[in-house]
């Protein structure tokens, strides 16, 4: 079973940028579409950007334009830039599966958005 470790967030002002990095323990990026998600307080979790094997990247409304989803095979890692960040960013940010039945979840990376 793959096992991911997310990392790279924390506590930044509005308008601020975090890279968030996805960690897994297999060589899984060239085969499937991966995405990260966000679960925000109270809120179940959402997709906010994925991408193919083939480096087709997509976006939710609310994040596009301000995030970059992208992946080093090499690594087994994959990426989230996250710029002008807002307070409804605020949340646990997840990687895994996003054409399918996902993996186990890994722990994530809390991201504070506030003043």
């Known amino acids: 079973q793959v096992q991911f470790v997310e990392s790279g967030g924390g506590l930044v002002q509005p308008g601020g940028s975090l890279r968030l990095s996805c960690a897994a323990s297999?060589?899984?990026?060239?085969?499937?579409?991966m995405g990260w998600y966000r679960q925000a307080p109270g809120k179940q979790r959402e997709l906010v950007a994925s991408?193919?094997?083939?480096?087709?990247?997509n976006y939710g409304d609310s994040v596009k334009g301000r995030f970059t989803i992208s992946g080093d095979d090499a690594k087994n890692t994959m990426y989230l830039q996250m710029n002008n960040l807002k307070p409804d960013d605020t949340g646990f940010y997840y990687c895994?599966?996003?054409?399918?039945?996902?993996?186990?979840w890994g722990q994530g990376t809390q991201v504070t958005v506030s003043s």
């Open positions: 991408i193919t094997s083939g480096g087709r990247t």
């Open positions: 895994n599966r996003a054409d399918g039945a996902p993996f186990d």
């Open positions: 297999g060589n899984i990026f060239r085969f499937y579409t």
